[in-house]
């Protein structure tokens, strides 16, 4: 077996949000076995208008590569009703997103590493500082609860009572 590396996922929904969150965790579990999770936050929509999100991040451990990774998570995410050409900014039923691969520092199989969005916006950061404050982002060095703690911006999240087992 090969090793395996520390990875966190970006997870959201604004469409059926709970149902597809929960499905989502439950076909990451089936996927890659016992997940971290943080607490799952409620978003407004960033980039265009649209019903408010939720959002969370997942730790796992794999022995994916980045491309196979990728392709897993596009295939969970079109499994649970994502259009395959859907445009960036517009409503989502599973968003899957590859945010840290290990301490991988640039892009790799053409995909985004460590992912731009964990700098720019609260439902990235701040489930991600809660799951992993200690860990430290790849590029910038600061842990993300220092990432956190000096985040300024005006988007607002807050935090939802969820549940999954």
């Known amino acids: 077996m090969s090793a395996t590396v520390q990875v966190f996922i970006g997870v959201g929904s604004n469409v059926d949000r709970e149902r597809h969150?929960?499905?989502?965790?439950?076909?990451?579990?089936?996927?890659?076995?016992?997940?971290?999770?943080?607490?799952v936050y409620e978003s407004e929509a960033v980039g265009f208008d649209g019903s408010p999100f939720l959002n969370l991040v997942v730790g796992l451990r794999t022995g994916m590569t980045v491309a196979d990774l990728s392709?897993?998570?596009?295939?969970?995410?079109?499994?649970?009703?994502?259009?395959?050409?859907?445009?960036r900014f517009s409503p989502r039923t599973l968003d899957l997103d590859i945010l840290t691969y290990g301490d991988l520092d640039r892009p790799r199989d053409g995909v985004e590493i460590?992912?731009?969005?964990?700098?720019?916006?609260?439902?990235?950061?701040?489930?991600?500082?809660?799951?992993?404050?200690?860990?430290?982002?790849?590029?910038?060095?600061?842990?993300?609860?220092?990432?956190?703690?000096?985040?300024?911006?005006?988007?607002?999240?807050?935090?939802?009572?969820?549940?999954w087992s």
Request: proline share 6%.
């Open 21 to 39: 969150i929960r499905a989502g965790l439950d076909a990451l579990t089936r996927e890659f076995g016992e997940l971290q999770v943080s607490p």
């Open 114 to 163: 460590p992912r731009e969005e964990i700098l720019l916006n609260a439902f990235v950061l701040r489930p991600l500082a809660d799951l992993a404050g200690d860990c430290r982002h790849p590029v910038d060095g600061r842990t993300y609860r220092e990432l956190w703690r000096a985040y300024r911006s005006d988007q607002r999240l807050w935090p939802v009572d969820f549940r």
């Open 71 to 87: 392709r897993c998570l596009k295939a969970i995410e079109v499994e649970h009703g994502r259009k395959v050409n859907a445009r």
